[in-house]
């Protein structure tokens, strides 16, 4: 997706398209990424993760730390975590990997 960006073949709205919820996620939720925003080169970029799962009730679809996570998978239960790259300045938004969590 980045590259055809790059080579002019997708515009900038059509992966930019971080929602208002995404956005405010990535502030209060998010970690600072360790790089600039690979798209407008804006260093406000965060890493987010997203969790979902039907063991994890009405945290499913939510922002949470890692901490948060590893409360939500105690006592045996399974989640989905979805680490997401937002970018504030230009809407970028980005899932980087799905991975499942559980206790060990
Ligand atoms: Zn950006």
Not at 3 to 17: A, H, K, L, N
Not at 25 to 47: F, K, M, T, W
Not at 62 to 76: M, Y
Request: charged fraction near 25%.
């Amino acid at each position: 997706m980045l590259r055809q960006f790059r080579e002019g073949q997708v515009s900038r709205e059509t992966i930019c398209d971080a929602d208002f919820l995404l956005v405010t996620a990535g502030h209060y939720h998010g970690e600072p990424a360790e790089y600039p925003c690979p798209v407008c080169g804006g260093d406000n970029l965060r890493i987010v993760l997203w969790v979902y799962g039907e063991q994890i009730g009405k945290a499913s679809g939510s922002a949470r730390n890692e901490e948060e996570i590893r409360k939500l998978v105690d006592n045996g239960r399974e989640c989905t975590v979805h680490t997401v790259e937002v970018c504030p300045d230009c809407k970028w938004n980005h899932l980087l990997k799905a991975e499942t969590a559980s206790a060990r």
